[in-house]
């Protein structure tokens, strides 16, 4: 092996082992999600929170790492030459899916949210979180779960075969051990305490470059 290729190989050690942030978005029962039931659903878990999903932002060799790591998923296989976001959520009567955001999207859904809560993490735990949510991809929501996640009436386990928005993520960050929640079927208004205390940060600016 000649010099070139090793300081090449150190420095994509070295990449994947300095930290980055993820992002956890929370949304308010406004906008997109303006409606009796979410305004309910805060009420009934005493925050101002209704959902909330994760947001990795990726530069385009990143993203072209992460899609080597997954099988199928053409569309993560886009050539692009700026850093991108991708949204990985679940939502009422929905499935596990993704979505790519832009700072400029017309609706609301596609556009990168203005405020999130930054969580550092090394790119291999990206990797290994951005893995386990793309395993659990299709699959349905947990409607149980989210209407009675405020009694803590549900065994806690490593994964499930549905989930709300906020049991998915509590699951991934302590699939890749980056928590270590006890109850992972909790609100998104638990799950902003939780990260907030963890993380010592809230919700902050994003620049979107």
């Known amino acids: 092996m000649n010099f070139l290729n090793i300081v090449g190989e150190r420095e994509y050690i070295s990449n994947r082992c300095s930290f980055k942030m ?15 039931f979410n305004s309910l659903a805060t009420c009934a878990t005493k925050g101002p929170y209704c959902h909330s ?13 992460v899609a080597d790591n997954l099988c199928g ?28 955001l832009t700072k400029d999207a017309a609706e609301e859904f596609f556009r990168v949210p203005a405020k999130m809560m930054p969580i550092q993490v090394t790119f291999d735990q990206e990797i290994q979180l951005a893995k386990w949510l793309f395993n659990q991809y299709g699959l349905p929501y947990d409607k149980t779960g989210a209407l009675l996640c405020m009694f803590n009436w549900r065994k806690s386990r490593s994964r499930y075969n ?21 109850n992972v079927a909790l609100s998104p208004n638990r799950l902003y305490h939780y990260l907030r205390m963890k993380e010592c940060r809230d919700l902050e600016n994003v620049t979107v470059v």
Do not use: H, K
């Open 53 to 65: 999903e994760f947001v990795f932002r990726w530069t385009p060799e990143e993203l072209s790492q």
């Open 22 to 36: 993820l992002y956890a978005a929370f949304y308010r029962a406004e906008g997109m999600y303006r409606g009796c």
């Open 162 to 182: 549905r989930y709300f928005c906020s049991q998915l993520m509590a699951c991934g960050l302590n699939n890749c051990g980056l928590t270590d929640i006890s």
């Open 73 to 100: 998923f053409v569309r993560l296989r886009t050539q692009v030459t700026e850093p991108v976001f991708l949204c990985i959520y679940i939502l009422w009567g929905g499935t596990v899916d993704y979505r790519f």
